[in-house]
């Protein structure tokens, strides 16, 4: 339930979308986007939390987390979850929201700026280009990121209007709201796993067959026994192994791509895995 006095202004919130602006300056391969994210948001935080050092702290630390989205729609789920956090909303349910809404606006900012934006305005210059107007090259890279620019503050206000108006509205959902996200992440994770993490036990045995006098002997594969039990159990089991890893011994992606590369190599070369 929502108990905190909101303290952010329209100006924080369009700090933040500004400062959106830099998210891939700080892109790296452990959380991609989440210092970049954690940059946007930070000044905002502090002003919300800032008689809770500790309890800032943690949600700093929290926000640095991998994340990767289309930077196009990063204002309007900073403003989001700003808002929620801002009236005193569940930490985890903002950050539930959050999560949940990095691929479906990912898939939506992507196909924006790459299949709507940049075609219009790539046929437009073009053609001026080639009629020889020397300023297109110029004109088409100033429009296209003003016009990126202005979608950016507009995303970052209709994340703010939403996360008001649904504050106010379903103030009491808001948890089953998160846990439905929750669901749909989880969906999401799954699919991707059993989709992209390509695992299989090459361990094979002969046994003989008797078929009254007759006997034939027949290769009975494990990873067959295995997917008649539960289809890509084996990926699912490395996909829960590496979420452990992270969330309880806080590996890093560099000690994982280490030991997944080692696994993967000295099981192969045994016949364990192919």
């Known amino acids: 339930m929502a108990s905190r006095k909101p ?5 924080d919130y369009l700090n933040t979308s500004l400062r959106a602006y830099y998210l891939q300056n700080g892109f790296n391969y452990n959380s991609y986007q989440g210092t970049g994210y954690l940059f946007a948001i930070l000044p905002a935080l502090k002003k ?3 008689n809770e050092p500790d309890k800032l702290k943690e949600i700093a630390g929290g926000n640095i987390e991998f994340y990767n989205t289309s930077p196009h729609m990063v204002p309007f789920i900073t ?4 808002a929620m956090l ?9 950050r539930s929201i959050k999560m949940a809404l990095m691929g479906p606006l990912a898939g939506i900012g992507d196909s ?15 053609g001026l280009a080639m009629d020889g107007l020397s300023f297109a090259p110029m004109a088409f890279f100033i429009t296209i990121n003003v016009t990126l620019f202005i979608v950016k503050l507009l995303m970052g206000h209709l994340g703010y209007k939403l996360g008001t108006s649904v ?4 103030s009491e959902k808001i948890g089953q709201i998160s846990h439905a996200a929750n669901i749909v992440g989880v969906t999401v994770i799954s699919a991707l796993a059993v989709s992209f993490v390509k695992a299989k036990i090459g361990i094979q045995y002969a046994t003989t067959l008797a078929a009254g006098a007759d006997t034939k002997e027949q290769v009975v594969s494990l990873q067959g026994i ?3 039990i539960l289809p890509n159990m084996l990926p699912a089991v490395i996909t829960i192994i590496v979420f452990v890893l992270v969330k309880k011994y806080k590996w890093s992606t560099y000690k994982l791509l280490a030991l997944l590369f080692a696994l993967g190599i000295v099981l192969s070369y045994f016949g364990i895995l192919v």
């Not at 403003?79 to 700003?82: D, E, G, K, R, T």
């Open 48 to 50: 919300i939390f800032k």
């Open 86 to 94: 801002d009236h005193g909303e569940d930490v985890e349910d903002a």
């Open 167 to 170: 504050i106010a509205t379903l």
């Open 112 to 126: 924006l700026a790459q299949f709507g934006v940049a075609p219009l305005f790539s046929t437009i210059f073009a």
């Open 226 to 228: 295995l997917d008649k």
């Open 7 to 11: 303290v952010l202004t329209s100006k």
């Open 79 to 82: 403003s989001l979850q700003l």
